[in-house]
């Protein structure tokens, strides 16, 4: 289903944001197109929920929001625009203010006294969405609550701030939706290697510590919750992998400890080798102490190919959100614990998330059939019920070779690996992983040394108990062992509780001789269709409107461009305020469509007025704005949208004028 909102009129939706300019500015998504947060429309749907209660309705709240107890069945995505998709192909072309400005009005406001004076520092100013905007946001449920939701969304008729002044009015409606879930043209077959995760929300994988209110996510897809996901659709996942991000062609996995590059080159060393900045250190921890230079660490997640090293710039963004303190909607216990009333407060907590859009993969290595899940939408990770967490399944077929590895190579590992020692118990160490290697079926594997490692507490679910474990501690993601012998896959597996995805390494035969290329950039510029373009033409015609303004007013002819003769001035000719004001006047006044010069004339060629204003050399030349379009869109722009910005010009031309007069006579 899609929940259709249509704004009556201008709408302010935000979180609090402001800057030195706009005190109070709406919300708005990376692109600079506005959108309405799903956490947001969970609460106003739940108000709504329950005004209807108080109206004598039967609503289950509970059952439909979910409460502490239990998750409710309704599940959202932000509320963007209906051309949103294709709208977000200009942002690589266009300023975000500027496509901000093409979707909102900026508004100012004061509060006056008794004698209906403006008070001294009241003026504000806010941005609000434009009036005829449409939001839509895919609503996902049991359909036996439809005609509740129906109803609930019927009576939902004011969103956002000021709502009690004439803001915020909208249409709200449920509609039939297209099925997100479609498949990719054909079947998954026994070629296709790949299972891709493509981002359709923003997603969190949270990490074990941190602040409770500032949120930083992994920079892959949770092998564990990938796992519970699948189980909750019915399909087992014996052995699941975390998935890491692919950029069409490769995956790219985390990056060995024991890559390093110099971190502040000598000037002496750079004259000796100019690329130095690309050249890797391949080390081993036990002689890096020898070296004096500092060295720092790739990081990060890597792809190595025909000896070139690429690393991914994995695109992350922030949200912040705000937690309203509702004491008539507490639980008991919420209220037992905030027995004082000083502690009745707003809460702000941000989330750091993986930007919608990117792709992960995991390329598979068993025998299982994934075939049901083509086309099917997840919800993984942090806030998956509202706002953050769809993903699509999709699968690709691997052109990779089959890698056999001999003699002596590296295991790098790709996830944290669990070891227990002889008695049992959780030990990261060289004796417990040498055992380790030794139990993997067909494989003759013998640990030489431990290159590089670290530490780090990994935490796993107890299906016995159905609970969390305490926390263990494991080999870190990166860290470097050198083995030798023989393996015929570049991927294994060691270690305990590798159904949750643990103990994963990947194989390399060497390090050596590899040359550093740039971070790969993540978003790329996709071209808009012709058919596309029709159907955003009114939204693509705000937007080059504010940017062809934009352009003319930091144009050096708009520089050049007077309204008085410069012979006039040099003899001591200069328009007088009042003469200038009641110019301003008459300006605002000229059709866009007719030449200002030939409407002057029509209108005030026999005034005194018109006389004085000639003898003085005023000057009403129409601005050349065509000059400054944009060559891509040029058939896009209207005379209108041209002569209207020529306007512009003309009157911030007398406003000037008027500034400087009165800047002289001070």
Do not use: W
Request: proline share 2%; charged share 30%; with cysteine.
């Amino acid at each position: 289903m899609i929940l259709r909102i249509t704004l009556s009129s201008n709408a302010i939706i935000t979180n609090g944001n402001g800057d030195a300019l706009i005190d109070l500015d709406s919300d708005y998504n990376e692109y600079g197109l506005p959108y309405i947060s799903a956490k947001r429309l969970k609460g106003m749907l739940k108000d709504s929920a329950n005004e209807l209660i108080s109206m004598g309705q039967d609503i289950n709240v509970s059952k439909l929001f979910g409460d502490e107890n239990e998750e409710g069945i309704i599940k959202l995505s932000d509320a963007n625009l209906k051309e949103s998709l294709i709208l977000e192909k200009l942002s690589s072309e266009f300023k975000t203010d500027i496509i901000k400005n093409s979707f909102s009005v900026i508004l100012n406001q004061t509060s006056l006294d008794e004698f209906g004076v403006a008070k001294a520092g009241s003026l504000r100013r806010f941005r609000a969405y434009d009036k005829g905007l449409v939001f839509e946001s895919e609503i996902e449920g049991n359909l036996e609550f439809q005609k509740d939701l129906e109803l609930i969304c019927l009576n939902l008729r004011y969103i956002g701030h000021k709502r009690t002044r004439g803001f915020g009015k909208v249409k709200c409606e449920l509609i039939e939706g297209k099925n997100t879930e479609q498949k990719n043209g054909k079947s998954p077959n026994e070629n296709d290697k790949m299972m891709i995760f493509t981002l359709l929300d923003d997603v969190i994988f949270t990490s074990l510590s941190g602040d409770e209110n500032t949120v930083d996510t992994k920079g892959y897809l949770s092998a564990s919750a990938i796992k519970g996901a699948f189980k909750k659709l019915g399909i087992e996942y014996s052995k699941p992998q975390n998935a890491y991000f692919y950029d069409g062609k490769n995956i790219f996995y985390p990056a060995p400890m024991n890559l390093k590059r110099y971190k502040y080159p000598d000037d002496e060393t750079l004259e000796k080798n100019t690329n130095i900045l690309k050249k890797l250190i391949v080390f081993n921890e036990k002689t890096e102490k020898s070296n004096d230079e500092k060295k720092s660490s790739i990081g990060g997640y890597i792809c190595i190919e025909n000896g070139v090293l690429n690393k991914a710039k994995i695109s992350t963004i922030n949200k912040t959100h705000v937690s309203l303190a509702d004491k008539e909607n507490m639980s008991l216990k919420e209220l037992e614990k905030h027995k004082d009333d000083k502690e009745y407060k707003n809460k702000i907590f941000s989330y750091t998330a993986l930007s919608k859009g990117q792709k992960f993969a995991i390329k598979l290595m068993y025998d299982e059939d994934f075939s049901k899940l083509d086309g099917k939408v997840l919800r993984l990770g942090k806030s998956a019920n509202s706002q953050y967490g769809r993903v699509k399944i999709s699968f690709e077929s691997s052109n990779d070779k089959e890698v056999n590895f001999n003699g002596e190579f590296y295991l790098v590992a790709i996830s944290p690996v669990l070891l227990r020692n002889e008695i049992g118990g959780f030990e990261p160490s060289f004796d417990a992983l040498k055992s380790a290697l030794k139990d993997i079926e067909e494989c003759d594997l013998e640990l030489k040394e431990i290159i590089i490692s670290r530490y780090e507490k990994a935490q796993f679910y107890n299906n016995s108990y159905k609970c969390k474990t305490p926390q263990v501690m494991g080999f870190s993601i990166g860290s470097v062992f050198k083995v030798s012998g023989k393996l015929n896959d570049e991927f294994c597996m060691v270690g305990a509780q590798q159904e949750f995805g643990f103990g994963r390494l990947k194989a390399y035969a060497s390090f050596n001789d590899l040359k550093l290329e740039k971070d790969q950039e993540t978003k790329q510029t996709n071209e808009i269709s012709s058919d596309e373009l029709k159907i955003i033409e009114p939204a693509l015609k705000n937007i080059l409107k504010q940017d062809l303004e934009q352009r003319v007013f930091l144009s050096n002819e708009y520089k050049n461009y007077v309204i008085q003769d410069e012979n006039y001035k040099k003899h001591g000719e200069i328009f007088s305020a009042s003469e200038l004001s009641r110019m301003q006047s008459i300006a605002s006044t000229f059709e866009t469509n007719k030449d200002f010069k030939t409407q002057f004339e029509d209108k005030y060629k026999d005034s005194a007025f018109y006389k004085k204003m000639q003898d003085k050399g005023l000057r009403l030349d129409k601005f050349d704005v065509a000059k400054h379009e944009n060559e891509k869109y040029k058939s896009f722009y209207t005379d209108d949208i041209k002569n209207e910005i020529a306007k512009k010009v003309l009157i911030s031309k007398i406003k000037y004028a008027r500034k400087m007069l009165k800047k002289d006579e001070k």
